[in-house]
């Protein structure tokens, strides 16, 4: 596909540790349920930083990194489901945070695949020729949406957030995005629903009532059907990076890390078994930072780089799953 390099990374992760055991205080839970069930030992929740702060400050730590000045970046996408105001754009105050005049700057909401499928827009965007430098922070505050008095989805639930610049490789570049698969299944959205606001203004008619997609959710808080998600997840980890890695025509055993949203640690060893991959390949971080979304994957890729576990030219999938539903997965070369 197209010449697209890694070329920095860089994460924020808020200092708030909540521990399982900080959980059993709020709900009828205990550290052995969450553990077995999720593979989640704690998870970082904001202390009150929004989700455009942590996102700038990933940014900035990816640009260090990249050793690129905000002023050369032609894009800026933030993927987030969670963000602070419904405009201006997140990715437009993290403009005007790093002073990216050159930039425009847009928000992708495909919750928490969102980093899958904006790396996929980046490759696309590279392959213009006016395009060279384009950042993606995936910033999530999914805090703000979960019920904590809800013990099925208030465990899985932590907060941060991570950026990656991408710019544009030379043809002796061993980096490229090689393949993706993106995919979606509305018809079972209802299986993950947080609500927004609903039309009000003085001119509506008492008692109009019109279809209601979901069924009665009051608030934003987060509803979820967890088997469901289960299973979806499991089926669309697996085939997508299967999809991917054939239309690529890689074989698996060449991929250096498969790198799949962090949601739940048995989902993940079931779609490794189902894509018969070696379980060290796999990254699996959900223990210190539970879910957080879109922020899952760029967040293991960063602790790689930064660890000096990832060269360049080695092969690397990663696959997410979210609400939607949607789903993906993308390899690339590093
Ligand atoms: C949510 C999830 C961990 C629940 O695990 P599960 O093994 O499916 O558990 P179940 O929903 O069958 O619940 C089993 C029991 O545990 C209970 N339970 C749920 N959460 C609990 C908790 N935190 N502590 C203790 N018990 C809990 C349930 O009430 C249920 O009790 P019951 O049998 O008396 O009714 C799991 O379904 C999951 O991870 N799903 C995917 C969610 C996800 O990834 N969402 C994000 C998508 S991006």
Request: net charge negative; with cysteine.
């Amino acid at each position: 596909m197209a010449k697209m390099k890694i070329t920095g990374t860089g994460s924020y992760l808020p200092e708030l540790t909540v521990t399982n055991q900080m959980m059993t205080k709020i709900v009828d839970t205990s550290d052995e349920w969450i553990t077995t069930r999720t593979g989640i030992s704690e998870r970082r929740l904001s202390s009150g930083e929004p989700t455009w702060f942590m996102a700038a400050q990933a940014a900035r730590k990816a640009l260090a990194e990249a050793a690129l000045d905000p002023a050369q970046l032609d894009i800026i996408m933030v993927t987030t489901c969670t963000p602070d105001y419904y405009l201006p754009s997140a990715a437009c105050i993290v403009q005007a945070e790093l002073g990216a005049d050159r930039a425009f700057c847009f928000d992708l909401n495909a919750a928490c695949t969102g980093f899958v499928y904006a790396l996929d827009m980046a490759a696309r965007y590279l392959s213009d020729p006016n395009i060279h430098h384009i950042l993606i922070v995936a910033s999530e505050n999914i805090s703000k949406l979960v019920d904590y008095s809800d013990r099925s989805t208030c465990v899985l639930f932590g907060d941060g957030a991570s950026a990656v610049v991408c710019s544009r490789g030379s043809d002796e570049d061993p980096s490229a995005l090689l393949a993706t698969r993106l995919g979606s299944e509305g018809q079972t959205g209802h299986v993950l629903v947080s609500r927004a606001l609903k039309v009000r203004h003085p001119f509506l008619a008492e008692g109009a009532v019109w279809p209601d997609r979901f069924g009665e959710h009051a608030d934003h808080t987060l509803t979820m059907e967890g088997q469901e998600v289960f299973k979806f997840a499991v089926r669309v980890l697996a085939d997508s990076v299967l999809e991917a890695a054939a239309q690529a025509g890689v074989n698996l055993t060449e991929l250096r890390y498969i790198i799949p949203h962090q949601a739940n640690a048995r989902i993940v060893e079931a779609a490794a078994r189902r894509m018969k991959a070696d379980p060290a390949q796999i990254i699996s971080r959900i223990a210190d930072f539970g879910n957080t979304s879109s922020a899952s994957i760029p967040i293991c890729l960063d602790e790689l780089v930064r660890a000096g576990k990832l060269q360049r030219g080695e092969k690397v999938a990663i696959c997410g799953f979210g609400a939607g539903l949607t789903y993906g997965a993308a390899i690339f070369s590093y």
